[in-house]
């Protein structure tokens, strides 16, 4: 019997909280209810009693994000583009320009020095995203934005649980955005967070995410600013609280298989790996991604992937560089320009990584 198709990436649901969920449904109160304030406190405890809104995606609180800050037309938002859409598109929604950096090829943090150097009198954000198994100098990266002015919208939607300084990222800093959605550290199904510096932010992102409305003294309401609707339903906050209290098991069982990828990874094979676990680094492990040696290799990365599909190993491409997407072109991107993203966005392959899988299932994709 041939094993069973391993996802690169898959959720973890037990028992207890699938009957919560029921609970919740069989409550009536399926909406915007107690459970979405119980996650909201329980997620501000784990920031540090920042106050925090969940949303129904880390877009949605990316897209709140930029409007707490005011952003809009005429500014500039720098962010790397080796990330997901999501921070080209948000950008783009409103109405400013993203002003692309490249990565180090290995952390795939963002260039500093060149987010500095592309500062101008335009510029209002720096975007970071953060990726697992290394963060860039958040001191530096906060020491600049203050010495210049800027408000830091932080992309943190791959690394909840990882730690600066043993602090958890959103514990500190400006506005941080986070993804509950399937394939991450933690789920709410689908679902993000994000995360404030004092109660006037909190307010606005809470009018934000429910048609910009405010509710006057007399219990009438109004509407001052055009705003969507991304209210978290009850259903998806129930799913969050218990993930959350999973949380540290679930960062545990993600390192030890990333050690066990680092301890039986062919080391001959060209391939250039993600910076290793170093003990006490305080880093959590989202997704496992390789770059193929694809200048040794007989075969493209299209073909590899079939033949990883045909021995029942699901694997994904963790990120395309934005600035050679049809919109990033349109905003001026052209090819050469970032030659680390470029590389990554050619040759990375994302590995099974989840917490449902065993050892044995690493052994399987390492072979």
């Known amino acids: 019997m041939s094993a069973p198709f391993l996802k690169f990436a898959a959720p973890d649901l037990d028992a207890a909280t699938i009957a919560g969920v029921a609970d919740v449904l069989a409550s009536g109160q399926i909406a915007s209810g107690p459970w979405v304030k119980s996650f909201e406190a329980a997620l501000s405890g784990f920031f540090g009693g920042r106050p925090v809104r969940v949303v129904t995606s880390a877009t949605a609180a990316m897209e709140i994000a930029l409007a707490v800050a005011d952003i809009g037309p005429g500014d500039e938002v720098i962010t790397p583009t080796q990330t997901f859409f999501t921070a080209m598109n948000m950008i783009v929604r409103a109405g400013a320009k993203p002003v692309f950096v490249d990565c180090d090829l290995v952390t795939r943090n963002l260039d500093l020095a060149a987010v500095e150097a592309a500062i101008t009198p335009r510029t209002r954000a720096i975007m970071p995203t953060y990726w697992p198994g290394s963060l860039p100098d ?10 210049r002015g800027l408000r830091v919208i932080e992309d943190a939607a791959l690394v909840h649980g990882s730690q600066w300084r043993g602090r958890n990222v959103g514990a500190f800093g400006d506005l941080a955005t986070f993804s509950f959605h399937p394939n991450k550290n933690m789920t709410s199904i689908e679902g993000g967070a994000l995360v404030m ?6 307010a606005q992102a809470e009018a934000l995410r429910f048609h910009g409305i405010r509710v006057l003294a007399d219990r009438t309401r109004d509407v001052a600013r055009a705003c969507g609707k991304s209210n978290m339903p009850d259903v998806n906050a129930r799913i969050g609280v218990a993930q959350l209290a999973r949380l540290p098991a679930f960062l545990a069982t993600r390192r030890a298989l990333v050690e066990h990828y680092f301890a039986h990874f062919p080391a001959d094979l060209g391939c250039v790996l993600p910076p290793a676990p170093v003990a006490g680094d305080g880093q959590s492990w989202n997704m496992f991604s390789v770059l193929l040696p694809l200048a040794r290799m007989s075969i ?14 699901g694997s994904g491409v963790s990120y395309e560089a934005l600035h050679l997407s049809t919109l990033g072109r349109s905003l001026g991107g052209r090819d050469g320009q970032f030659p680390a993203s470029e590389r ?4 990375t392959v994302t590995l099974p990584l989840h ?6 299932d690493v052994d399987r994709v390492c072979t």
């Open 355 to 360: 917490t449902r899988m065993t050892p044995d």
């Open 344 to 347: 990554i966005a050619r040759e």
């Open 138 to 147: 958040l001191d530096a990266l906060f020491a600049l934005a203050r010495r």
């Open 300 to 313: 493209d990365r299209r073909r590899f992937r079939d033949e990883l599909d045909a021995r029942g190993i």
């Open 197 to 202: 510096n004092d109660a006037a932010e909190a």
